[in-house]
Nanobody
């Protein structure tokens, strides 16, 4: 049973920073892609950032490029999202996602379909 647990969300003023963490348990995930998505009220869940299996490549939504950084620490089975210079439009529930590389598929790193496991989410609220 795979479990993903996000933490680190909260309320911050515009221009501030937060660091989200996602702790994975139940399997070794060093060979799986991982990503962050977010969902604002009344909107679709959207891609934020992703890290490839090897960790050698990263992908970001245009709206967060230069402000957010995704990273992972395989020894601790943990994924991070460092968010700087936050804006009110970053307000959303942030979800961690994990690929199961044993399952067939042809999704890109930015697509929800690639990911097989999801966390419960952590709320990020940015005040103006």
């Amino acid at each position: 049973q795979v479990q993903l647990v996000e933490s680190g969300g909260g309320l911050v003023q515009a221009g501030g920073s937060l660091r989200l963490s996602c702790a994975a348990s139940g399997r070794t995930f060093s060979n799986a892609a991982m990503g962050w998505f977010r969902q604002a009220p009344g909107q679709e869940r959207e891609f934020v950032a992703a890290l490839t299996k090897s960790g050698g490549s990263t992908y970001y939504a245009d709206s967060v490029k230069g402000r957010f950084t995704i990273s992972r620490e395989n020894a601790k089975n943990t994924l991070f999202l460092q968010m700087n210079n936050l804006r009110p439009e970053d307000t959303a529930i942030y979800y961690c996602a994990l690929e199961d590389p044993t399952k067939p598929g042809s999704y890109y790193y930015t697509e929800r379909g690639l990911y097989d496991y999801w966390g419960q989410g952590t709320q990020v609220t940015v005040s103006s």
